[in-house]
C-alpha cells in the first residue's frame, strides 16, 4: 500500500476536526497550528523565535487544520532555507523525538535541483540536530532526478529517505511515491543513544516508510534544533511550468511517547492527531 492510499477521509483540507480514533494523552513540546500566526507575516513559531530568512510566510491561501498555514517558497539556481527553531530544553542519550508536520505539495512543485554542491537532488525536509544547527543531522529528505520541469519524466516521482549528515547512509528503501494535492503528514522519530540502541524512523500519514540504526551521537551531544525545509541544498530546479512553494500545517513535536501506535505497534503520532487536541 502505498502513501496516501490508506488515509480515506482523514486527509482533505479545512477539516480541521478530524475523526480521531484514539485521542493523544502525551504532553507535546511544540504543537502549532498556525492559529496565532498573522496572515502575511513570516512564521515566528510558538516560541516567537522561528528563523525563516523571509522564505516561510503565513497565507489562507489553504490550510489542513483551521484558517492559515505556513507557506515555504525558494527560488530558482538558489539554496533556500526553510527555517529552523530551538526546542525549551535538549534530549540527550535515552530521550526519543517524534516530529511530525502536514504538507501539501502541489503538482507543479519542483523538488528538482541544478545538481549543485552538496545535495544532488535531496530537499532536506524534517530536521533535527543539536542545539545551533550543529551536525550530525538528522533528517527526513525528499528527492528526485535533476534538471526536470513540470510534465517532464519523474517529476511527479518524489521519492522519501532518512538519512544522516555525520555517518549514515541512506536507510529507508525509497520506494514510496509522494503524494501530491493532498494534505500529508510526514513524519521522522529518532531514538537518541551512545550505546548502540538508537533508531530512526519515519512515516507518511500511517504508512511506516522504514527505519534503520541511528549512530551513537558523539559525547556531550543533545537534540534541540527542529527544521522545516531546510534546505534545498544543490541550487533549486524552477523551470518550465513548475512552481517553487509548499504549505505545512499542524505541527506537533513529542519526547513523550505518543500513546498511538502503527500498524507494526511502533509508537507513533497518529495523522488523526491535532495540536487543537492538547
Ligand atoms: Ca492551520
Redesign the pocket.
Known sequence: MGIGENVGENVGENTGQNRSIILPTYTPLIAD???TETIGQEYVGPLGTYFTNGTAVITDER????T??NKVSFTHNSNSFGGGDDLVLDYGPGSTLWYRCYFYFPSTLSFSNAGGHDAWGWGKFLMMCKRGHISPRAYLQLTSQIQLDYGDSGFDQTKTYIINDGSLGNCTSGEDVLPRDQWTALQLAWKISSTGDGWYRAWADDTYLGGCDAPNVPDGYTVATWGIGNYWNGLAWVQGDSTSAFYI??IIITADQPNTVDSGGRPYIHPSHYPSQF
Open positions: 497550528n498556525m492559529s490550510s489542513h487544520s483551521g492559515k498555514s500545517d499542524d
